[in-house]
């Protein structure tokens, strides 16, 4: 598998902006990790949902690009199940969702970064 | 509240394991964060499919399907997460990962296969056991890749185990003498059980090792004997020339093993780990 170029995103990673962003301007701030799994195969009229492994390494890389900030929900939601974590989309995040969106017209691998000289 | 049925719980319970496993070793928050959040997301994924009137089979499923389809993502996720702490991974760690790994692609090819045709019909019993054999096999493999200290003894041992999973794996899916279930296959067991012995005997020493592998090819030899003194090799459920080319090629095989096995006892080691 080629390795990806430093600052580019993954289609997985994209798509995951793109819903957080869709979610953000439909009023719902933050997503958790099922709920997004559950939305995007909604979106692809899929089967079945993205597995663990991929979607929460995506998420982690999401967050360490600065693009997705996450924290734990209030103890007080949790109602006897296990706490969930949620993330919401950054400024920079936003302008990467929009830039990918804007792209699909012209595909080529979003950037966020500039590649180190 | 209403009790988990068995299948999904089970399942659920694996994927919580399997994190577990793969979180050994990391920095404490990670590691937790990592178990935390799938928790939380099988927790999130069970109550929805209920709510939406999935059977619990089906929900069975969709987690196992989650699991094994991120393997690979885990892996790799470990690897930056140990590169970034500055920790090793460790041997046996990198080793039961990819003997599991490599077990987990080849069950999916009868997983998937099931789900696109009636014509491929696994059990659960079905994937159990082939899964356990694989893990046993590659585990017997990464054993003799670390401990051997000669390429001949790896590669006899290469062939012994690969002979023997073949051997197994032929006498669960349909066996080798007569029709599938016929007794006479239980034979085989004897010949596991002599080369068993004999690599125990010899703890595993070449010259002894030589020994208990062409043990195994007489054992080998004289079941496919029995079987045609008996007259169970019989046209067309299995015929003489079936039933002799078969066991030929375990002899065939055990001998190889046993001659490779001889030439490491014959040689001083190329290395010590």
Do not use: C
């Not at chain 1, 933050?30 to 998420?59: E, N």
């Not at chain 2, 090799?233 to 066991?247: F, H, T, Y």
Request: charged fraction near 20%; aromatic fraction near 6%.
């Amino acid at each position: 598998m080629p390795r990806r170029k430093p600052g580019t995103l993954v289609p997985l990673e994209t798509e995951i902006l793109e819903v957080a962003l869709s979610l953000l301007r439909s009023g719902v701030a933050t997503f958790h990790g099922f709920g997004l799994a559950s939305t995007m195969r909604d979106r692809r009229g899929a089967r079945s949902l993205t597995a663990h492994g991929t979607l929460y390494k995506a998420l982690s890389r999401l967050e360490e690009l600065g693009l997705l900030a996450s924290r734990w929900e209030d103890a007080a939601a949790v109602d006897g199940r296990p706490r969930r974590r949620l993330y919401e989309l950054t400024a920079q995040g936003a302008r990467a969702a929009e830039q990918a969106t804007a792209d699909r017209v012209v595909p080529r691998s979003p950037r966020i970064a500039a590649e180190p000289a | 509240m209403t009790p988990e049925p068995a299948a999904r719980l089970r399942t659920a319970r694996l994927v919580v394991r399997w994190v577990r496993f793969y979180t050994r070793g990391l920095p404490a928050a990670i590691a937790d964060r990592r178990v935390e959040e799938i928790e939380a997301d099988l927790q999130d994924q069970i109550a929805d499919e209920r709510a939406n009137g999935t059977s619990d089979a089906r929900i069975a499923l969709g987690i196992g399907s989650r699991l094994v389809r991120g393997l690979a993502a885990d892996a790799a996720w470990r690897r930056r997460h140990i590169a970034a702490s500055g920790r090793m991974s460790t041997p046996v760690f990198r080793s039961v990962a990819r003997v599991s790994l490599v077990a987990a692609f080849i069950l999916l090819l009868p997983f998937v296969a099931m789900q696109v045709t009636d014509q491929v019909v696994w059990s659960r019993f079905d994937f159990l056991v082939a899964g356990a054999l694989l893990l046993g096999t590659g585990l017997l493999l990464e054993l003799a890749a670390r401990k051997a200290r000669h390429h001949s003894y790896r590669a006899a041992a290469v062939v012994a185990i690969g002979a023997v999973f073949l051997l197994v794996w032929l006498n669960l899916a349909v066996g080798i003498i007569g029709e599938p279930g016929e007794p006479a296959n239980a034979l085989y067991v004897g010949v596991l059980a002599v080369g068993l012995g004999g690599a125990v005997t010899a703890r595993f020493r070449p010259a002894g090792m030589a020994r208990a592998a062409l043990a195994t090819a007489l054992a080998q030899a004289l079941v496919a004997v029995v079987a045609l003194l008996t007259g169970k090799a019989q046209a067309p459920v299995s015929s003489v020339s079936e039933v002799v080319g078969l066991n030929g090629l375990f002899v065939a095989l055990f001998i190889v093993s046993a001659a490779l096995f001889w030439h490491a006892a014959s040689r001083p080691p190329a290395r010590a780990r």
